[in-house]
């Protein structure tokens, strides 16, 4: 139970505006979601990199992790550091290597998504605190989304927040309540899927995952949602390139749109698109149910 | 925007809605002859919420969640978009939206006029108990579902299961049905359906400008109104 | 003479799983084709607060004097955000049971009684009537999924706003009202054709979910010009959760009804198979209140099977502010008293077991339409009856309150309760009379 915001940039010339558009979309959605608050925002990256977000605790110290990584001159991991979390970008070869070793050493910290250019964060607390904290008024990027949550049955909890990412440059947000999430997290769990919380939505997310790895695109992974997944939900995913919608088909949950030649954005309410540049003349819309909407750009 | 000469207007940017609100509830027959003018709503949900005097709002912009909920006599006209639940529980009076409604647009409704001239989506007219409802574009799935009574007339199409477990309520539509829900059925468009529907459209405003012959009549089969074994796959 | 003569036979045996009434339910699902519908709460025995004892003072602690030492019993409903709470001289309410299901006698004499000793009563599916705002001192409006009789006017009228999410008897489900009970005035009133069957929606038209749910309590209260009091209304199954979400979403009050709790019509498989008893409620949504800091800022009413003092002290002791009665009002009332006796009889069933509440033919005229039979209920003597019945469950309350030192019936405690049976031990998260032992509190809810 929550809001949800997405912005997708056409025009190019936004982009040094992304974080702050985004960081104002999900504060005004504070009253939908006042327990946790994340976003996930698409920046820079390089074809051989990959970016590592990481999850710690307050003043975690990830100079030391990043030091005993060790890797190869050659490829010193670039660290970030933004309040619990690091973007660790390291290159793409090592990335397997680095997983084992955070796994095996650093326990205490969470890899909460990885990708070329997505970062995520996520954190319990007030939307404006958490976009406050993390620096997202001055990101950069092509596109994000964000959520504001209202735990419903799971904890309110960081693990709990969204996005949850759904493999690499992918990620969800969600608002709604599943019906039938415990028993298809058994499911995935047997497919090997991993799923860390008790949260509906994360299921979700492992399902497009499993899906995907099945072969899928995303656009037929949401398709295929709209059979196994019961209950209510409308979700907003991103994707390197691009950002998708898709509702449940009795579609409760709400959902607005505007799109204009510079912009798609994406609301749980009209509220949240207020400040957007040009929106008076936007051609504003509710995406319809049960209906996969995807935007992408051109490579 | 029309050209109005506003004696009150209240700019939601620096004021309250509560203000806003509690000035209107204020109102009495002595200010009917005020126009009202509400700036910057900025998509706040329950704009003009429960007037109960014959008050003409203008509200310039988009609104939120249930604008002009549980109207009673008073003309509410928002130049822009709309929320959830516009108009919902109306008793009477007059609500027109320019552009687009969201789901449940005139939800409950016992009376009065709402005219939408974009849009409405999912479940306009949901369990509408008396209120006519005027769409010139489409209107959304489950669109008066368990309507009871009052007209929905819809110039563009509508979506699936239009009508399902429907009561009295009378349903015209000018373009495509998607589906008809359970228990709705095409009715055949007697004369007296005809002088109704123009009477509707000319209250809306469209008198001459739509052919009444172009409309089909949706209503209820009356099927489910007692249960009855063979119809429980409808339920 | 036959060599099986002397072979002691089996005596006849019924199964415990195909019992009589089990296998009279299979006959008559399979002569109809529908579900059986009735009226009133689950019959079958769950854990409640019969499980339950209360330690009285002795050496350790003090007792109060009866008659002589103070023992409060007034609760104020609505303190977190309206401007205008409710005041109430017991904490045991009357819960909302709708015109329709309800003759307009009933529901004049539920006022009255509850008018005497200082109490509220709340309207139901089907919108609010004269006869219960004229004789309601204190009067709770249900804003429900189906909005029947729901205006603006009679919203203003009220001394507060409930909004109906569920209840115990069928959390989850709509409401019902068959078309025995349609009458001429209930049809007009609900907007309805006469006669026909009533079902109403499960979910509520304009809104679905707590963070919906913040939007319409915002409008409920510009619409009211935050004046009254917003309750929220949940059926027992996940009241951790619910409870929470309530109090996030915004509400003054939240309503908590058991399994146990009374309907005018559903399916039995609904009231019997779905929600939680009482018991097991309250301690997980005080929980909530809690966890969220706030327990006695937000009142937490529960309902569902509360039929004494003993009751009302039970489950305040756990943690609620104020109880909600609903079948034992229309037992004080008059319903299914024994003097009908003949009259139930050809009906098919007896006095105390009478639960077609949704055909209609009431004879103690409470649930009904009928003219005739309504006409035989007295709403001054009925009212009455509820007033005293009111008095001597405070008295009770008060009674047990004074026995544990307590100079408010607020001041109870879980630590002033015992368990008798383990099962109740664990859903009301008190020891097991005689030990320490708490089954069950290590997980959460």
């Not at chain 1, 992304?18 to 990256?45: E, I, K, N, W």
Request: glycine share 12%; with cysteine.
């Amino acid at each position: 139970m929550c809001g949800i915001v997405g912005l997708f940039l056409k025009d190019p010339k936004l982009e040094g505006e992304l974080g702050a558009m985004l960081a104002s979309m999900l504060c005004v959605m504070t009253d939908r979601g006042p327990d946790s608050a994340g976003f996930a925002v698409y920046g820079s990256g390089a074809k051989d990199k990959v970016k590592l977000s990481l999850r710690a605790t307050a003043s975690y110290d990830f100079e030391a992790l990043a030091a005993g990584l060790s890797l190869p001159a050659a490829g010193l991991p670039g660290l970030v550091v933004r309040g619990t979390h690091a973007i660790v970008e390291i290159p793409a070869a090592r990335e397997a290597a680095v997983r084992a070793f955070l796994m095996e050493r650093h326990p205490e910290v969470a890899i909460v998504g990885t990708g070329e250019r997505m970062e995520i964060f996520k954190e319990v607390g007030l939307p404006a605190s958490v976009a406050e904290t993390f620096g997202l008024p001055s990101m950069r990027g092509t596109h994000g989304i964000g959520h504001t949550r209202m735990a419903t049955e799971s904890a309110v909890t960081t693990a709990g927040a969204h996005p949850f990412s759904t493999g690499a440059d992918q990620c969800l947000v969600h608002n709604g309540s599943l019906s039938n999430h415990n028993a298809l997290r058994r499911a995935l769990k047997r497919e090997g899927i991993t799923i860390e919380t008790d949260n509906d939505s994360e299921v979700a997310a492992g399902y497009l995952t499993w899906r995907m790895k099945q072969g899928a695109s995303l656009g037929e992974a949401l398709d295929a949602g709209l059979k196994d997944l019961d209950g209510f939900f409308t979700f907003v995913v991103g994707t390197e390139n691009g950002f998708g919608v898709l509702r449940d088909p009795i579609a409760c949950k709400p959902a607005v749109m505007a799109e204009t030649d510079q912009y798609v954005a994406f609301g749980s309410e009209y509220r949240a698109l207020v400040d957007l540049p040009g929106i008076a003349k936007a051609h504003v819309f509710e995406p319809e149910p049960a209906t996969v909407y995807f935007w992408e750009r051109a490579q | 925007m029309n050209a109005i000469s506003p004696d009150i207007t209240f700019d939601l940017a620096d004021t309250a809605l509560r203000e806003l609100n509690a000035a209107l509830h204020a109102a009495t027959g002595e200010s009917n002859a005020r126009r009202w003018r509400v700036l910057n709503p900025n998509g706040r949900h329950a704009v003009a919420v429960g007037i109960n005097a014959p008050l003409t709002v203008e509200i310039e912009g988009h609104v939120g969640y249930y604008c002009a909920g549980m109207n009673a006599e008073a003309s509410v006209i928002i130049h822009g978009n709309a929320g959830v639940g516009l108009a919902e529980n109306m008793m009477s009076g007059f609500v027109h939206v320019r552009g687009d409604a969201s789901q449940a647009a005139g939800a409950t409704g016992h009376g009065g006029l709402l005219v939408i001239d974009g849009n409405a989506s999912a479940r306009c007219g949901i369990s509408m108990k008396g209120i006519d409802i005027v769409v010139k574009g489409s209107v959304g799935h489950m669109s008066a579902f368990m309507g009871q009574s009052g007209s929905l007339v819809v110039l563009g199409d509508a979506g699936e299961a239009l009508g399902d477990s429907l009561y009295e309520a009378k349903l015209f539509v000018r373009g495509s049905v998607k589906s008809l829900g359970a228990d709705c059925i095409e009715k055949e468009m007697r004369d007296e359906h005809k002088v109704l529907l123009a009477e509707k459209l000319k209250a809306a405003g469209l008198e001459g400008t739509v052919d009444v012959a172009a409309f089909k009549r949706y209503g209820s089969a009356r099927q489910l109104y007692n249960f009855h074994v063979d119809n429980a796959s409808a339920y | 003479m036959t060599a099986h003569s002397n072979v002691p036979r089996t005596p006849p045996r019924f199964s415990a799983t195909f019992d009589p009434a089990t296998l009279a339910e299979i006959r008559r699902a399979a002569a109809t084709g529908i579900y059986d519908i009735r009226g009133g709460g689950t019959k079958r025995k769950v854990p409640h607060f019969d499980d339950l004892l209360f330690l009285g003072a002795s050496m350790s602690r003090y007792p109060l004097e009866g008659y002589r030492e103070k023992c409060g019993t007034e609760v104020v409903l609505g303190t977190r955000f309206a401007k205008k709470p409710i005041t109430l001289r017991t904490p045991v309410t009357i819960a909302g049971m709708s015109f329709g299901a309800l003759s307009a006698q009933a529901k004049e004499a539920l006022g009255r009684g509850a008018t005497t000793v200082g109490t509220s009563t709340t309207t139901g599916d089907g919108g609010m009537t004269p006869e219960e705002r004229g004789q309601s001192q204190t009067l709770v409006y249900q804003y429900l999924p189906s909005r029947y009789g729901m205006n603006p006017v009679d919203l203003r009228k009220a001394d507060a706003i409930e909004i109906v999410i569920g209840q115990g008897a069928k959390p989850g489900g709509g409401g019902m009202l068959l078309g025995q009970k349609i009458s001429d005035r209930v049809a007009a009133m609900r907007n309805l054709p006469k006669g026909i069957d009533q079902r109403s929606a499960c979910r509520h038209p304009d809104w679905t979910g707590p963070d919906d749910l913040e939007i319409k309590i915002e409008e409920l209260r510009e619409l009211t010009d935050w004046e009254k009091p917003i309750y929220v209304k949940v059926g027992a199954s996940r009241p951790y959760y619910d409870i929470a979400l309530a109090v996030k979403a915004g509400a003054d009050v939240v309503v908590l009804d058991g399994m146990q709790g009374g309907t005018a019509a559903t399916q039995d498989v609904f009231i019997e198979n779905v929600g939680i008893p009482i018991l097991a409620a309250i301690r997980p949504a005080v929980q909530a209140l809690q966890d969220l800091g706030m327990h006695r800022k937000v009142q937490l009413i529960v309902s569902g099977g509360i039929r004494s003092g003993a009751d009302v002290a039970k489950a305040l002791a756990l943690g609620a502010d104020a109880v909600a009665i609903g079948t034992a009002a229309l037992v004080a009332l008059g319903d299914n008293d024994p003097q009908y006796e003949d009259e139930y009889q050809a009906l098919g069933t007896t006095a105390g077991a009478y639960d077609d509440w949704h055909e209609g033919l009431d004879p103690a005229g409470i649930t009904t339409q009928d003219p005739v039979l309504s006409a035989r209920l007295d709403p001054v003597k009925a009212g009455h009856r509820l007033a005293n019945y009111l008095s001597v469950m405070t008295l009770e309350a008060q009674t047990i309150a004074r026995a544990c030192g307590k100079s408010h019936v607020h001041n109870l405690e879980p630590e002033d309760l015992v368990a008798l049976t383990v099962e109740a031990a664990a859903m009301a998260g008190v020891p097991l009379a005689g030990t320490s032992w708490i089954p069950g509190r290590t997980g959460g809810y």
